[in-house]
């Protein structure tokens, strides 16, 4: 099953585990327009549920193993927010794991989701039958008329209606992961009251959960909030009040002084920085998707006058960039001072300029720049929105941006073996595509290109791996790390873990998700 965890933003200390578990019909894509504002106070674990997403592969899961599945990916300690389906299942996480799940959220949950006798304020038995008939003959047209529903009563339902499209997985579940899924939720039954504090939010205009539920649900001993204007899908068409309500019920976070506040981009320049003199020796990666990068470039060059190399590194490509698109001037820009040292002293360039600095706030003036290349440096960006809304203001109307970026999936053979270890986050974690490409769009540009590939190395051994990461300087840098030094038992026990990953060819395979894409600014309009 695939999940994503993104660690609290802000440099805040003692942030508590937010599992975010979707609804039926769409995947955790629903999450997008909360997710930069509960991840300024929270840990959060995006979850693709069997069937659907990134886990459309999966098949689907009995209750009490799913239970366990969801459980096992968190750590001792955690809260769980969950819409619709999630929200259910949220409140058997609860049920099942009292001890570790310390407060539940659900948005757009009933109790129980089908009229029984004695909890009549659900959904009609036909109207559900309707839809289980319908997902079984054509699962397209089903989520096609959920989506609908979903949106009808909202205040800004076309609006709904075109976020929800656009969040929509692209990928359609099968006929199976549909019913299975629907099983759950006619199964599920929540009446029990929970020995957590719930929180249920509802939509005033909700089509499939009705609000007067509120009342039963409140002799639940849930605390509940009726969200105005809103049908089901609150989070989308109500981030902003949905998120306020969250983080007035949860228990606050502590923030550290300010002066660490950017601590892990700190940390992330200075392991580059120490790894300068080592690294070319073990890029081979990266040389490869530079290359190809490279081929990604426009044809025409005639009259370019400013072209930067966003995240030089050790300067391997910037030769390249410079006899190949011939500017006027060549910028060499990087966050880790140590590397631009090592790519003036070893590259023989003509009249380049060499900036330190943040992608997310680039010392150059608006529209200043016809072409930024970037290759493996931007996954290292704390907050998306701010990076591409800082290269849109730097690039000239039709100035592009052609960067290749790392997945979440990427080493996921090493995050599965330390996951069997221990609690802590070991591997570097990357944004979802998701997330990524909404940051895209919304900074106003236009993608002319998006392909992605996936790249698998082998290694006899773990330590070769460990060692040519410790070489590129892509130290662990997230919160949530472990502190001080890894004890023998603990190496034993990750050396066991990943030799479950050992192939045919007696290999151990580290994976990499690549994407590489060009995405342009527009041209002003006359």
């Known amino acids: 099953m695939h999940y994503q965890t993104l660690p609290a933003k802000n440099g805040l200390a003692n942030a508590e585990y937010l599992l975010l578990i979707h609804g039926w019909g769409i995947a955790s894509a629903v999450w997008q327009p909360c997710v930069a504002t509960l991840n300024e106070h929270y840990h959060l674990t995006l979850v693709d549920l069997p069937g659907f997403g990134r886990s459309v592969d999966v098949a689907s899961m009995p209750l009490p193993a799913l239970l366990d599945e969801l459980n096992c990916i968190m750590p001792e300690s955690y809260s769980v927010l969950g819409f619709s389906l999630g929200g259910m299942l949220a409140l058997q996480l609860a049920q099942q794991f009292p001890q570790r799940v310390q407060r539940v959220s659900t948005i757009a949950s009933n109790a129980v989701f089908v009229q029984k006798t004695d909890w009549p304020q659900a959904m009609a038995a036909d109207v559900f039958q309707q839809f289980y008939q319908l997902a079984e003959r054509s699962p397209a047209a089903c989520l096609k008329r959920f989506l609908l529903l979903q949106a009808k009563g909202s205040d800004n339902e076309k609006a709904v209606v075109k976020t929800l499209r656009e969040l929509s997985d692209k990928q359609t579940p099968n006929a199976e992961s549909l019913t299975d899924a629907l099983n759950l939720l006619v199964d599920i039954d929540n009446r029990k009251k929970n020995s957590q504090p719930v929180l249920c939010l509802l939509g005033e205009h909700d089509q499939l959960v009705p609000v007067q539920a509120a009342n039963d649900l409140k002799e639940l001993n849930a605390e509940v909030k009726v969200i105005a204007g809103a049908a089901h899908v609150p989070l989308v068409s109500h981030a902003e009040e949905c998120c306020a309500a969250i983080i007035n019920f949860m228990p606050s976070s502590v923030a550290k002084p300010l002066c660490e506040k950017k601590r892990n981009k700190l940390l992330v320049a200075k392991s580059f920085a120490k790894a300068a003199a080592t690294y070319d020796s073990v890029a081979g990666l990266q040389r490869d998707i530079g290359n190809q990068l490279l081929e990604c470039l426009p044809s025409n060059n005639a009259g370019l006058e400013r072209v930067v190399d966003l995240g030089c590194g050790t300067g391997f490509f910037l030769p390249k960039l410079q006899q190949q698109l011939l ?51 931007i996954q290292w960006c704390e907050t998306p929105e701010q990076l591409f809304a800082e290269v849109f203001r730097v690039l000239k109307p039709g100035g592009r941006f052609v960067f290749a970026t790392l997945g979440p999936d990427t080493l996921n053979e090493l995050r599965s073996a330390w996951q069997q270890v221990d609690s802590y986050v070991h591997v570097n974690q990357f944004l979802d595509e998701v997330i990524v490409n909404h940051a895209i769009a919304q900074a106003g540009f236009v993608v002319q290109q998006w392909q992605e590939q996936t790249v698998v190395l082998q290694y006899s051994t773990l330590k070769l791996l460990t060692r040519e990461l410790k070489a590129l300087g892509a130290h662990n840098v997230n919160a949530g790390r472990p502190s001080g030094l890894m004890g023998k038992q603990r190496v034993k026990a990750l050396l066991a873990a990943y030799e479950n990953h050992r192939n045919e060819q007696g290999m151990l395979p580290a994976t990499y998700q690549v994407w590489y894409g060009v995405i342009t600014k527009p041209e002003e309009q006359s």
């Not at 910028?331 to 590259?347: I, K, N, P, S, T």
């Open 327 to 377: 500017p006027a001037q060549l910028v060499a820009f990087d966050l880790a001072e140590g590397m631009l040292r090592y790519a003036r002293d070893h590259r023989e360039l003509q009249d380049a300029l060499y900036l330190c600095g943040d992608a997310e706030a680039i010392p150059l003036a608006d529209n200043s720049v016809d072409i930024i290349f970037s290759s493996l440096a």
